[in-house]
């Protein structure tokens, strides 16, 4: 109708159902001025919001990268100076607290420095097909080992042969990040760390979901809409950039992260992905 009504041979990109890719419509009249019959042709317009993602990476990128460039240096002296600081044998124990305090907060911004640098050496994602309940189990594994200290991660993958197709070095970052999340909440709200991982899929819309699942209290609804947010935080010690990056690189990789509380108030994490014929 839209079509008939303004001559607009190209419709605005939409979904047909909740999850499931964005396409666009072309309209061609099969008999030219009458509008009657018309060849209806649907574009999967994916590649596009890809091609303009990676644009706005590369672009934030650049800017980020030169502010980045022009904190570090004064950051490094700063540093420096309170390292020296600390050093002197003769400085009073008033003073040394405060050149912690000063050593404590160069670090923590030297790492939100290195995570916006993440940005702009992000390079173009390289998919590949991955068989999921493989690939997660081993992803666990490395995980856990580097951890050096014990956690409780379960994996609920009922989908041997189920094929995703995701940079695996982007997604590994991914959900170690969340990961890093799930068991630091867990922690908090229970004493111990733990986390779960589930998939399920949405056979009609052809979609897999990855949830990252931990034990913790959840996020107030107020702070639900901003969770996404570069340097939006709900932790003292947090850079606000890991849950942005996360998003980053899984929209490049033509995936979304979400958030959807459970029915007992954990956080859930859930990543969105095309499934792939096995």
């Not at 540093?79 to 400085?91: G, T």
């Not at 309940?133 to 951890?147: E, G, H, P």
Request: hydrophobic share 35%; charged share 20%.
């Amino acid at each position: 109708e839209h079509w008939k009504d303004t001559g607009v041979h190209r419709a605005r990109p939409f979904t047909v159902m909740e999850g499931t890719p964005p396409v666009i419509a072309h309209f061609r009249e099969l008999q030219p001025n009458t509008q009657q019959e018309a060849l209806v042709l649907v574009e999967d317009y994916t590649p596009v919001t890809q091609y303009a993602q990676s644009l706005k990476l590369t672009s934030l990128g650049r800017l980020t990268a030169s502010i980045a460039h022009e904190i570090r240096n004064p950051l490094g002296a700063i540093s420096h100076a309170a390292q020296l600081l600390r050093e002197s044998p003769d400085l009073p124990e008033a003073d040394r607290r405060m050149a912690n305090i000063i050593q404590h907060h160069c670090e923590r911004v030297n790492q939100i420095v290195e995570s916006v640098m993440q940005i702009s050496r992000r390079e173009p994602p390289k998919p590949e097909y991955l068989t999921l309940s493989t690939w997660l189990a081993s992803c666990i594994d490395a995980y856990l080992n580097a951890l050096k200290h014990p956690a409780e991660i379960v994996l609920d993958c009922d989908y041997p042969e189920l094929l995703i197709e995701f940079d695996p070095e982007n997604l590994q970052r991914v959900i170690s990040n969340l990961l890093d999340n799930a068991l630091r909440h867990s922690k908090m709200e229970i004493g111990r760390e733990s986390a779960r991982v589930e998939v399920s899929l949405d056979f009609a819309a052809h979609q897999c979901y990855l949830d990252v699942i931990d034990s913790g209290a959840g996020v107030s609804p107020a702070d639900q809409g901003k969770l996404f947010e570069p340097f939006f935080t709900t932790v003292t010690e947090g850079s606000g950039m890991g849950l942005y990056l996360c998003k980053e690189l899984c929209e490049i990789n033509n995936a979304n992260l979400s958030y959807h509380p459970t029915s007992r108030g954990e956080s859930c994490f859930r990543i969105s992905m095309n499934q792939r014929a096995s």
